[in-house]
């Protein structure tokens, strides 16, 4: 534990258990919409990743376990402030993310959709980029081959996984920032077991299929890439 050198795949988190905390769990979905702008790069992502390969003045994009959607309505609000707009499919199985949803004011370009990858992919939808924050370190094996099989038969143009970088560091500097804030939320708690959770580059790389890349970013993160447009 002291140097998080091996991964806790089998840890659960808080928000994860059916009979959490309603209210508590609102509140950590309303919350994410702050930690995530401070911690989880989509900004940077966003502006290396995903805008250097805009082809026009519309994109569509589906976030995968979007919980919340605010990944998904912070990239809507930055393209648009570059000229573009994004239709995004946000996408959970989970039943009280869409409640949440159903709470906010509704955004232009943001759909939400109970579901899953699979359920896209079996009908046959396509969508230039493919993306997903803090999901990768919830899925076992074979739910990874899923998800980043789903993935490519999704993808026009581009699939971007992102995640947490499991170290020591990152434990000791996410303890520090949560201290004493998010009371009433799920967010210090889950944090700190979803970086035991998450993986190394070199883990994930292991993981993956031919064809797929894993990239540190700065400071604790992890992106898994896939361009579908390589083998054409």
């Given amino acids: 534990m002291s140097t998080l050198s091996e ?4 840890l659960v988190e808080l928000m994860d258990d059916p009979a959490c905390d309603r209210d508590a769990l609102f509140r950590t979905y309303a919350a994410f919409s702050h930690v995530n702008a401070l911690l989880a790069g989509w900004r940077r992502t966003y502006r290396e990743r995903l805008r250097p390969n805009f082809t026009g003045p519309e994109h569509s994009v589906v976030d995968i376990g979007a919980g919340g959607g605010d990944v998904a309505r912070a990239l809507i609000g930055w393209a648009r402030r570059d000229g573009v707009r994004l239709e995004i499919t946000a996408i959970d199985p989970d039943e009280r993310a869409a409640a949440y949803v159903s709470t906010l004011a509704p955004l232009d370009g943001y759909t939400h959709r ?4 699979s359920d896209l ?5 396509l969508f230039d980029f493919v993306l997903s924050n803090h999901v990768l370190h919830h899925l076992g094996p074979t739910e990874l081959g899923t998800v980043l099989a789903d993935s490519e038969q999704l993808a026009r ?3 971007v996984h992102s995640d947490i970088r499991r170290s020591a560091t990152a434990y000791a500097l996410y303890s520090v920032f ?9 967010i210090r708690e889950d944090g700190l077991l979803s970086i035991r959770r998450s993986h190394r580059v070199a883990e994930l790389a292991a993981a993956v299929p031919v064809g797929w890349r894993v990239v540190p970013q700065a400071p604790h993160r992890l992106l898994l ?8």
Wanted: hydrophobic fraction near 25%; charged fraction near 30%.
């Fill in 7 to 10: 991964r806790d795949p089998g």
């Fill in 114 to 117: 109970l579901g899953t990858s």
């Fill in 121 to 125: 992919a079996d009908e046959g939808r």
């Fill in 157 to 159: 143009l581009g699939v």
């Fill in 178 to 186: 949560t201290a004493g804030r998010f009371r009433g939320t799920f």
């Fill in 225 to 232: 890439m896939h361009d579908p447009r390589a083998g054409r």
